[in-house]
């Protein structure tokens, strides 16, 4: 694993672009592993402006994001589903909706909806590049502390940190949902290359504790220390915090 500091959010968004970017040329039938929240806000601006200029064709790549809220309409304004329309699928043409998957957070049985998601997962093979951020608690995807390494893709509870730090994208701290469909920590591992996001004060308690390279379940993160192509980018703010 590598930490490289790129100074800042838009310095790392454009990197990011850039990869994604190759990987497409490379394999226009590539699967990207694709994350959301605040730390990918200007990476998806970025990586549409790069498609446009080299005028890519996407329509054989296939998209993988690692999670969405239970209970949540895919329509609804703070779904995943919404969050990835908006920053990117709907600012390109050439996505196929056939092509794009996201959990879906209203099955009707959402243990199936894991089951089903990790089954495509291993039908569609190994993403060629996975994109993640990182928790205040060390979590990536909404895998919590705890969660074993084995885990995949399935209905998890949110921890009472998460739901604060989620609340800001709510108008009522009440109307975060408390449990999300994940990908799972051994479905995250499958990539065959990732790379890491973390921006701010608020992570870097988290990065600290990655760079230790001490590996345990109570940093789901640190499961990354076991992938041979793992790159962390990082800010200005948190590098200098590191040393």
Do not use: C
């Not at 390494?149 to 604060?164: A, M």
């Not at 999300?180 to 995250?188: N, Q, R, T």
């Amino acid at each position: 694993m590598n930490i490289y500091n790129l100074k800042d959010k838009s310095t790392a968004s454009i990197y990011t672009a850039i990869a994604l970017l190759k990987t497409i040329k490379n394999n226009p039938q590539a699967i990207l592993g694709l994350a959301t929240g605040s730390t990918m806000v200007e990476l998806y601006p970025q990586f549409t402006d790069l498609l446009r200029a080299n005028q890519v064709d996407v329509s054989g790549v296939h998209t993988f994001n690692l999670d969405e809220y239970v209970g949540l309409e895919a329509t609804h304004p703070q779904s995943y589903y919404t969050y990835m329309h908006e920053r990117l699928f709907n600012q390109y043409e050439g996505w196929q909706e056939s092509n794009i998957h996201i959990p879906n957070g209203k099955s009707d049985e959402a243990v199936d909806e894991g089951a089903r998601y990790e089954q495509l997962l291993h039908e569609m093979g190994r993403p060629d590049i996975q994109i993640l951020g990182i928790g205040e608690n060390g979590h990536i995807g909404f895998n919590e502390p705890g969660t074993s390494f084995e885990s995949t893709t399935s209905i998890v509870d949110l921890t009472p940190s998460t739901l604060h730090a989620n609340s800001i994208h709510f108008e009522h701290a009440d109307d975060v949902p408390k449990q999300a469909v994940s990908m799972g920590l051994s479905s995250i591992m499958r990539a065959e290359r990732i790379i890491l996001l973390a921006f701010g004060e608020k992570k870097i308690d988290a990065i600290r504790r990655l760079a230790t390279g001490e590996i345990s379940e109570e940093l789901p993160a640190s499961i990354l220390h076991r992938h041979s192509n793992v790159e962390v980018i990082v800010d200005d703010v948190i590098f200098k915090a590191l040393h």
